[in-house]
């Protein structure tokens, strides 16, 4: 007979998850007000306005998880003369039919994003608009606002332009069978092959990406490799975790979103529009991360210069890939969180520390994250030559809230990791573990096993050891349902 714990896993970390949510002050459900006025939607997109370009024989496709069904864009390609190619990312038009200050809308500002967690997942809109009635479906017509650039052959940015189009995506498709194609570890998806000439686009859209991430670089945008796992269940059993690894198909969608973020926000700025920017400060603990490089045998400046911290992660990696991950980590943290701030008109802008990027908006991602909502109802403002949607005070506001609702939603889907770990070490109490520092402050310090890759509390108090350093610690307590995980020093 199966064990009553073992098989109820799942059901235990949904009630963890509702609890967390609740905990940190996010709705786990919709109000009734909300669910009146999605029964009374009306999803016909039949009729559209005439400056609504119509894109719809366009190679479009949908590169996503193999478990994503709220698809908020789609990409395409068109090769161009001397090296130039023309890129085109389509965005879910959630704003057609989630207004502002509507039912909906309150729900999805109060949690400000989707919550994903190991059990369940706690969507910002509800499932019919964000799966379904906005969603980039397979071969579906839908609305969405298009960001088309123009990319030179050295990568940079050469023109941009955006604008409301309907859309149709010909070809659903997932990271890791599109990576293992383009890597040549697998065949090429089915869902490629039935589409004439998408194979050919998919290549340069790689091939492009590929040049507007080395120009990046070369301006000092960070390349992190961090080791995120999610808990593998079998029926309502966590078997195992599964690390989630880069690929180029992730890239491609990576570097075609940096690029719309980019020229969103300079649009909007071109409008004399205020944006909601998405930034990352020069870094507090500078000192600490020239530390590290130090204890590496690499010499970073005094000050924060990101070109500089680039080139220490790239040699890093070549020199010791097992481990570059734990310094990645390490080096995150003390770059400090990303933040939302309003930049209004002939403000200078914080820009994005490890993107490298000056202007930068969330715009990618309506159906997920209220400030590209908001920056989206900015933008079609801005298209149509209409009064700005929200007040300066009223944005800096939402800018606040958002960031404390991300931060809020993070550690909902932390807790739930630790709980679906904790489940998994359960049977492990007194074993010994090799770990990093990933956390260190006035609060406590935090570790993380390099296998399996848990985190957890570091019980006792060390002064002088920080953010990277490595040791040995003991497993000697778990709580599933707090989420808490205690290790202790051996040496």
């Not at 400056?51 to 698809?71: A, F, K, M, V, Y």
């Not at 332009?161 to 194609?181: D, G, P, T």
């Not at 383009?182 to 065949?187: M, V």
């Not at 080096?331 to 200078?348: F, M």
Request: net charge negative; with cysteine.
């Amino acid at each position: 007979m199966s064990n009553t714990k073992e098989v109820q896993d799942r059901s235990r970390l949904q009630q963890i998850a509702r609890q967390a949510m609740i905990d940190r002050r996010l709705l786990p459900d919709f109000s009734v007000q909300a669910i009146d006025q999605l029964n009374g939607m009306d999803s016909n997109i039949s009729k559209f306005e005439e400056s609504t370009q119509d894109l719809r024989n366009l190679l479009w496709c949908s590169i996503d998880n193999d478990d994503s069904n709220d698809l908020d864009q789609l990409t395409t390609a068109i090769e161009m003369s001397e090296g130039a190619t023309k890129i085109y990312i389509a965005i879910a038009d959630v704003d057609a039919f989630v207004k502002k200050s509507s039912a909906i809308d309150d729900h999805a500002k109060h949690n400000a994003t989707s919550v994903y967690t190991a059990a369940q997942i706690f969507p910002m809109l509800p499932e019919k608009i964000s799966t379904d009635i906005t969603s980039l479906n397979y071969e579906e017509d839908r609305f969405a606002l298009v960001v088309e650039i123009i990319i030179a052959e050295d990568g940079s940015m050469q023109s941009s332009q955006i604008y409301k189009a309907i859309v149709r995506n010909h070809a659903k498709l997932a990271y890791n069978s599109v990576a293992a194609w383009l890597e040549g570890s697998g065949p090429m998806p089915e869902a490629i092959s039935a589409v004439n000439g998408l194979a050919e686009n998919i290549l340069l859209q790689n091939q492009v990406a590929k040049k507007l991430k080395a120009l990046r670089h070369m301006h000092g945008a960070l390349d992190f490799e961090t080791i995120k796992a999610r808990p593998v269940f079998h029926e309502d059993k966590i078997k195992d975790l599964e690390v989630e690894k880069r690929n180029s198909a992730k890239d491609i969608i990576e570097d075609f979103m940096i690029a719309a973020n980019s020229v969103t926000a300079q649009y909007l700025t071109a409008k004399n529009f205020p944006s909601i920017r998405r930034v990352v400060r020069k870094p507090k603990r500078w000192e600490r991360i020239v530390e590290l490089a130090g204890e590496l045998n690499f010499i970073l400046p005094k000050e924060p210069d990101s070109k500089a911290l680039d080139q220490f992660l790239v040699l890093s990696k070549a020199a010791d890939p097992l481990h570059f991950p734990d310094l990645s980590l390490s080096i995150i943290k003390l770059l400090g969180p990303g933040e939302y701030v309003v930049e209004l008109p002939g403000e200078d802008s914080i820009g994005h520390f490890g993107l490298a990027v000056k202007d930068y908006a969330h715009s990618t991602a309506p159906n997920r994250r209220y400030p590209d909502l908001i920056t989206q109802r900015l933008l079609k403002a801005a298209i149509a030559g209409n009064s700005i949607p929200y007040e300066n005070d009223e944005l800096v506001t939402l800018a606040k809230h958002c960031t404390e609702a991300e931060n809020a939603a993070q550690k909902v889907e932390r807790q739930v990791e630790k709980s679906a770990a904790a489940i998994l070490l359960e049977s492990r109490i007194g074993e010994t573990f090799d770990a990093i520092i990933t956390g260190a402050s006035d609060k406590g310090t935090w570790v993380r096993l390099l296998h399996p890759p848990i985190e957890g509390r570091l019980q006792g108090n060390f002064e002088g050891e920080d953010i990277g350093l490595r040791l040995r610690v003991q497993l000697i307590r778990v709580d599933v349902e707090r989420g808490y995980i205690d290790f202790k020093k051996v040496r």
